[in-house]
């Protein structure tokens, strides 16, 4: 098993442990960062999307089971994994044709709107299926605007202090 497969398997138990015991509990107004998609936001391009499809039904699975939230995050995470390699090609470009990007050495900007763009979609699905009912649309777009915001800053720190910039 390379180095980079085994950091990666590392880092889907991390992120579930760090939203389960950590962000779950940093709510401000009932709003809570969602992390554990960086899992899904950083995955190597160079693998098969396919399997990336796959692996983020069971992370956003394993946060259903511990949240008890009836397969909403598998939902969310099924889906951008799918949209994955449309917004890739979006906010990167040729880079993503050719397999070139390394998150590290992406433009801020670039990273910015592709991490923006996939945060939106998780937190907008997830809560329509939390509110199961076009009537609390309102609802859920507040909670989608305001966790976007506090997943979005939360998950670009992190990525700015554990990434390193590679040749």
């Known amino acids: 098993m390379n180095r980079e497969l085994l950091t990666h398997i590392t ?8 939203q389960v015991l950590l962000f779950n509990n940093m709510s401000i107004l009932s709003i809570t960062p969602y992390v554990y998609i960086l ?7 160079k693998y098969n999307p396919i399997s990336l499809v796959f692996i983020s039904f069971l992370l956003g699975l ?3 089971v511990f949240s008890n939230s009836g397969g909403m995050h598998a939902s969310a995470c099924l889906v951008i994994a799918y949209l994955r390699p449309a917004v890739l090609k979006f906010s990167f470009g040729t880079s993503y044709e050719f397999h070139h990007i390394k998150f590290a050495n992406t433009d801020v900007a ?5 991490f ?3 945060i939106t979609m998780h937190h907008l699905i997830l809560f329509l299926l939390e509110a199961g009912n076009l009537s609390f649309i309102t609802y859920s777009l507040k909670q989608t605007l305001f966790t976007t915001l506090y997943t979005l ?4 720190v992190l990525h700015f202090l554990f990434s390193r910039k590679k040749k």
């Open 116 to 118: 923006a763009i996939l």
């Open 11 to 18: 880092l889907f138990f991390i992120l579930i442990l760090a």
């Open 110 to 114: 670039q990273r910015t709107s592709y």
């Open 153 to 156: 800053a939360f998950s670009l």
């Open 62 to 64: 394993s946060i259903d």
């Open 39 to 45: 899992f899904i936001l950083l995955h190597p391009v």
